[in-house]
């Protein structure tokens, strides 16, 4: 319970594992989010066919004496709670090209990279990724579940434009990403002190981006349905290690490490 607010706040995330990042970029952006104001919350299994927008992550208020009130996607969760007083805004005090900036790191990773990632999960390693995202769901139920999901991102990557790629050219894009992500971050950690935390906009304190960075950063690291990407950020980008690294330690000490 948030004793400020008298609010409860319950953080869906597709799977429990407690301890545990999950393979959403945008489940750990949220609770980077939420850490970074030391806003308290728990964590539930609830799915996405759970959610008011069909997806996660998703949050339930609860309020006592009140019923509860459900709020989906990262976005408008981080505004709403904004509003409510409940998050800091970290963006108050940017200038007008530094915000430019942060949505624009924003954008890339939310509306390119994260398309890409999608192709390499549930395209290229289908089995792996309908096997965790379904982990609760039995056989036979799984293999048509599976297959309407595969079929649904099929139609999904074609309307949105990276399903009428091949995979090398899909690569090359996922790999300028991580590229100037990872030149980004070198050069904000020559800025920093030894060990401590570094921001993508090289300022003092962490903005938006680095919520969705961060969120970024743990998913490629840590999903076996990511392997390529996994290897890239491992073996290229090691500033975007660096920055993941520091980032855990400090506000995720409670969660298992990757590998």
């Known amino acids: 319970m948030d004793s400020q607010s008298g609010h409860k706040l319950i953080v869906a995330r597709g799977a429990h594992r407690a301890g545990k990042y999950v393979w959403s970029p945008f489940v750990t952006k949220l609770e980077f989010r939420f850490r970074l104001s030391k806003l308290p919350y728990e964590n ?7 959610g008011p927008r069909g997806k996660i992550p998703y949050v339930e208020v609860v309020t006592p004496g009140s019923p509860s009130e459900w709020v989906a996607d990262t976005l408008l969760i981080t505004k709403d709670f904004i509003n409510r007083g409940l998050l800091q805004d970290m963006n108050s005090k940017l200038s007008g ?16 990279l994260f398309f890409y ?3 390499e ?3 290229k390693n289908y089995y792996t990724m309908r096997d965790y995202t379904m982990a609760k769901v ?14 649904a991102v099929v139609k999904r990557l074609l309307d949105q434009g990276t399903g009428r790629f091949s995979d090398e050219e899909i690569h090359s894009f996922r790999k300028e990403i991580w590229a100037g992500m990872n030149g980004v971050l070198e050069e904000s950690r020559r800025k920093s002190r030894e060990g401590q935390c570094f921001w993508v906009l090289g300022g003092d304190e962490p903005t938006e981006a680095d919520a969705t ?3 970024f950063a743990i998913s490629a690291l840590i999903s076996d349905a990511g392997p390529v990407s996994r290897d890239l950020v491992k073996a290229e980008c090691p500033a975007v290690v660096e920055y993941a690294k520091r980032i855990h330690q400090v506000y995720f000490p409670d969660y298992e490490v990757w590998g």
Do not use: C, T, V
Request: without cysteine; aromatic residues 14%.
């Open 97 to 112: 090209r530094e915000r430019g900036q942060d949505l624009a790191i924003r954008a890339l990773l939310e509306d390119k």
């Open 44 to 50: 539930s299994a609830g799915g996405p066919l759970n």
């Open 117 to 119: 990632n999608i192709h």
């Open 121 to 123: 999960r549930w395209i």
């Open 138 to 151: 039995p056989f036979p139920q799984r293999y048509l579940f599976g297959y309407l999901a595969h079929r």
């Open 213 to 215: 960075m961060f969120g």
